[in-house]
């Protein structure tokens, strides 16, 4: 099994990050791609933040980080967007964000 960080542009801290939510290698993350990734780390209390989700996809791909240009960065602005809406609610407190991602509490309508 291979390490997270060994792919180009995800470093020991986000290794690290993904580890906690139960993503331990590279092969599990290939395989359960940047979106499903990126909405775990959220539901644990991760805070969503635009370029984190980019070089994701970027580092999946083998590109460099800064590769993600024009309308696929548009693109990807649209899905983290719908991402963030999906799995993450700033107005909630920590203990309802933690009910929530047990199953106690009912997403907001």
């Not at 180009?8 to 599990?28: C, H, M, Y």
């Not at 963030?84 to 933690?98: M, V």
């Amino acid at each position: 099994m291979t390490a997270i960080s060994s792919i180009r542009n995800l470093g020991p801290s986000f290794e690290e990050a993904l580890n906690k939510v139960g993503i331990d290698t590279a092969e599990d993350l290939r395989k359960i791609g940047a979106d499903a990734a990126y909405r775990k780390l959220l539901l644990a209390g991760g805070r969503p933040h635009f370029i984190g989700y980019y070089v994701l996809h970027m580092a999946l791909q083998g590109r460099p980080w800064n590769d993600c240009k024009g309308e696929e960065k548009k693109q990807l602005r649209k899905q983290f967007d719908a991402l963030k809406a999906q799995a993450f609610d700033a107005d909630r407190s920590e203990l309802e964000q933690f009910l929530d991602r047990i199953g106690v509490v009912r997403p907001k309508s």
